[in-house]
Nanobody, 115 residues
Framework: QVQLVESGGGLVQSGGSLRLSCAAS????????MGWYRQAPGKQRELVAT???????NYSDSVKGRFTISRDNAKKTVYLQMNSLKSEDTAVYYC?????????WGQGIQVTVSS
């Protein structure tokens, strides 16, 4: 079973930057997708960005040009660099992996952007 631990969240002013990290550990088979989702209060969880097998990257329209996802396969870690943050980016951010062992989710980490 894969365990995911997120880090790097916190409080930042509008226009600022944060970098989220998610490290995978445990029994890890082949991971072909690593990504980030978020859930704001009163809203459904939504996709932020995913990276598949290190090649194909997908972003939600709301973060394109501001967020960058990357992964380090050797460290089994996925990153989310968030720039030009807006108040509407405030949410709990979740890391997700998909692979031969199924889907795994992190516990979530709070990102708060103050205006």
């Amino acid at each position: 079973q894969v365990q995911l631990v997120e880090s790097g969240g916190g409080l930042v002013q509008s226009g600022g930057s944060l970098r989220l990290s998610c490290a995978a550990s445990g029994i890890i088979g082949t991971i072909y997708l690593m990504g980030w989702y978020r859930q704001a209060p009163g809203k459904q969880r939504e996709l932020v960005a995913t990276i598949i097998s290190g090649d194909y990257i997908n972003y939600s329209d709301s973060v394109k040009g501001r967020f960058t996802i990357s992964r380090d396969n050797a460290k089994k870690t996925v990153y989310l660099q968030m720039n030009s943050l807006k108040s509407e980016d405030t949410a709990v951010y979740y890391c997700k992996t998909s692979g031969s062992g199924g889907d795994s989710w992190g516990q979530g980490i709070q990102v708060t952007v103050s205006s």
